[in-house]
């Protein structure tokens, strides 16, 4: 008998594009979808996978729009937020999930604030790490004064070298930023074997660039009625305190706000097991 809790890879068909994915757990239960951030791909799940799926979840991790090489379109407008979203819901769909639980990271988790946002009936709890709230995100652009320095990769990513810029020296710039948030060298290297490719780096700076272009925009996100966790760590270099905590200000559901000191950016490879007891607590409340 096959080992339910044993992490498969596979390809799913969304929207007329074909997403590279890990899947794990019985196909009966709950489903659990996990975005991934920049720049990274599925591979950040990999402890979440297998412990989901020991918990009874179907859990899937999938490569978004741009870093899987079946779901690649160019140009800027095809990665417009409301794209990504549908991707997301198609993957969902794809699982037979009717709803699901959503868990994203950084780039992944503002998806997933927006599809709790505007598509509560299709999610029944909502999980986030190092993404504020959108519209709390955009509030502390504006009225806290480290909050633009911390994002300054945004306005950068605009500029049409970007991508070229990022793959000088062998992704040097990318190594060095994981590096300095504690990614260990072999994270590193499996998310350059995608993100090295320079359609695919390209692609994934795209999201940045298209996010102006959307018809779904940070400042007019609703608050969120479903259950919720936001995870921050007190030391990443990305969102500071005042996104962090003023979050809760735009969750009117049941709420919890899980600060993790120590850590930074890139918690499940600085910190493995960290964040995945506290996703297991949290879905197991809001099952």
Request: glycine share 6%.
């Amino acid at each position: 008998m096959a080992d339910p809790t044993a992490v498969r890879n596979t390809v799913i068909e969304a929207n007329g594009l074909r997403f590279t994915a890990d899947v794990a757990g019985p196909d009966e239960g709950p489903a659990v979808l996990l975005l991934h951030g920049f720049p990274q791909t599925r591979h950040t799940w990999r402890a979440e996978l297998t412990a989901l799926a020991a918990a009874g979840h179907r859990a899937c991790a999938p490569d978004q729009r741009g870093y899987s090489a079946g779901a690649r379109p160019d140009g800027i407008d095809n990665y417009r937020v409301e794209l990504l979203v549908a991707d997301a819901l198609g993957i969902a769909d794809s699982l037979g999930a009717d709803r699901f639980h959503i868990v994203g990271h950084d780039w992944g988790g503002a998806l997933a604030w927006f599809i709790a946002a505007h598509l509560p009936e299709r999610i029944i709890s909502l999980t986030v790490i190092s993404r504020p709230h959108p519209a709390a995100f955009m509030a502390a652009m504006r009225d806290d004064p480290d909050q633009p320095h911390r994002s300054r990769h945004h306005p950068a990513f605009q500029r049409p070298e970007a991508t070229d810029a990022l793959l000088v020296d062998n992704a040097g710039a990318l190594r060095r930023a994981m590096a300095r948030n504690a990614v260990p060298e072999a994270d590193i290297d499996a998310y350059l074997d995608t993100l090295s490719d320079r359609e695919a780096l390209e692609a994934a700076v795209n999201w940045y660039r298209a996010m102006g272009q959307s018809s779904i925009q940070s400042s007019d996100t609703p608050a969120i009625t479903v259950p919720t966790m936001f995870v921050w760590r007190n030391e990443d270099v990305t969102v500071g305190r005042m996104a962090a905590e003023n979050t809760a200000d735009y969750v009117t559901g049941p709420y919890r706000f899980a600060e993790i000191p120590g850590v930074n950016h890139f918690v499940t490879d600085e910190a493995p097991g960290a964040f995945t007891e506290l996703l297991l607590d949290h879905l197991a409340e809001h099952g």
